[in-house]
DNA sequence: GCAATTGGGCACCTTTTGGTAACCGGAGGG
DNA sequence: CCCTCCGGTTACCAAAAGGTGCCCAATTGC
């Protein structure tokens, strides 16, 4: 008997050797990972809109984030070559469902919003 | 007309000044934070059964975890008082809310693990 | 020609986060 | 008396994450 990382790791991804739900929660763990998905939920914007809409995230993150994203294939990027050469950035459906679970956590704080401290 | 914080931010706390939302996804941005609450979800577990369920954390970040969430009135501290004094944690009604709310997360991670990073 | 807009990239720095190892204190066992 | 178990705490260090400022390229408007 071959005593392999599946048989004592059995939820790690059998592909890439990688546990899937640690690799989930390492895409959430940015400051504004999860606000920049919050964000699209609302539809397509642009690269500069999304800056201006997360008040205080720096160019730098944002950009890693959205690659980040894209190649987790939460995220889709779609280079308008019109007048300004503007980006868009989209959700894919993989992306709207992780979303909507995001949008859960942002209700259950609002609802808890009243003694969220407790002290 | 004072320009209060308020009206320029509407989603501030009242009574904190902070935004809620904010401040839970501060509380879930640690390495270990969720798989912490997803442990918990199965029951009350002591101190070190936790550290050896999450494989990997150490004394120090787990106790500062468990302190920020009993804190925030995630998780509640049971000492016993028995022969090895050991301290149980678990979900308040708050804490298993949120921990249902991970859940899903975990189960989109297995549901997008064909093809996760889509490469 | 010159400035502004848009979406980056890069170098540098600070802050945050997490791990390691040592120590501690009370209870129990021998 | 000494050792072990449990739940911490502390000091120290390394890595990760994030911010700032500067540069760049293509295009449009003046």
Tied chains: 1, 2.
Excluded: N
């Excluded at 730098?60 to 939460?74: D, H, I, M, N, P």
């Excluded at 980006?87 to 209700?107: E, P, R």
Aim: hydrophobic share 35%; glycine share 10%.
């Amino acid at each position: 008997m071959k005593d392999t990382a599946q048989d004592r790791q059995p939820w790690l991804d059998p592909v890439t050797g990688t546990c899937p739900v640690g690799e989930t929660l390492r895409l959430l763990r940015g400051k504004h990972g999860p606000s920049v998905l919050h964000c699209l939920m609302a539809g397509e914007m642009h690269f500069l809109e999304l800056t201006r809409a997360l008040d205080g995230i720096s160019r730098k993150v944002l950009t890693a984030q959205l690659q980040e994203f894209e190649r987790s294939g939460l995220v889709a990027r779609i280079e308008k070559h019109d007048a300004r050469r503007r980006v868009g950035y989209s959700l894919t459906g993989k992306g709207a469902d992780l979303g909507a679970i995001l949008s859960q956590i942002f209700d259950w704080s609002q609802a808890h919003r009243d003694r969220a401290a407790t002290r």
